[in-house]
């Protein structure tokens, strides 16, 4: 096994504003202190953003290297380095907002970036496996209404079912979500819920 390793993706734009961003700060600041010697390795999706699908991508990430144009090569060096960060991680962090229901793009373009067939996952007799086993990965989610799955909007949530799927099918099925939930409520509302957020942050970057 690796060295522990954190690899923490950012996908708020909003900078020192972004609750999302809150509780990873919280989540990267307990888990160093219970791995001193941990590595955290960042990467700010809203910052830089992962390329876009692009032909060539599809041409990289579908035929043999030996016959691969410039440009699928170039394609494959950016994704690759996505995938190679997954792959050396031993726990993963992603704090989000909750966008229109779901994720935001910038995740979703990371998402198409490390979902590849004989790198995260390959065929089977029955199906499909995924390659990326024996790592915890935690999402802290902002949200301006409540979204939890038990609660009222959770119905509308497609951001837990679709992570939950994508995640498990590369083989990361040790997923867990913590909420700051009705953020867009009433101030002591949106207080309580950001202060269980936090607690409950800490207490998985702990475990
Ligand atoms: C484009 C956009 C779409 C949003 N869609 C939703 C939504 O579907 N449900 C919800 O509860 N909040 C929604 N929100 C509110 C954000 O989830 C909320 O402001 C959250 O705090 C943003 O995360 P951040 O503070 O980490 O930037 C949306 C906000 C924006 C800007």
Redo the contacts with the bound molecule.
């Keep these: 096994m690796n060295a522990a390793t954190l690899l923490h993706l950012d996908a708020?734009?909003?900078g020192a504003?972004?609750?999302?961003?809150?509780l990873g700060r919280e989540f990267v600041a307990t888990w160093q202190a219970s791995h001193p010697t941990g590595l955290v390795v960042i990467r700010d999706l809203a910052a830089t953003p992962p390329p876009f699908v692009s032909e060539p991508w599809v041409e990289g990430a579908f035929t043999p290297p030996a016959g691969h144009s410039p440009a699928a090569q170039a394609a494959m060096t950016i994704s690759n380095a996505y995938v190679d960060e997954l792959l050396a991680a031993t726990e993963i962090v992603i704090?989000?907002?909750?966008?229109?229901?779901s994720i935001p793009a910038v995740l979703k373009a990371w998402i198409d970036q490390i979902v590849r067939f004989g790198r995260t996952f390959e065929k089977a007799p029955q199906g499909f496996n995924g390659l990326v086993t024996g790592k915890k990965v935690r999402v802290l989610v902002?949200?301006?209404?409540?979204?939890r799955p038990a609660m009222s909007?959770g119905g509308?949530n497609f951001l837990e079912p679709y992570l939950r799927a994508v995640l498990g099918f590369i083989g990361l099925t040790e997923v867990e979500f913590v909420y700051?939930?009705s953020?867009?409520q009433s101030p002591d509302v949106s207080a309580e819920a950001i202060t269980a957020a936090i607690a409950a942050s800490r207490k998985l970057a702990a475990a």
């Design positions: 708020s734009p909003r504003r972004s609750h999302s961003r809150q704090t989000t907002p909750l966008y229109n229901l902002a949200s301006g209404s409540d979204f909007g509308y700051a939930h953020l867009s």
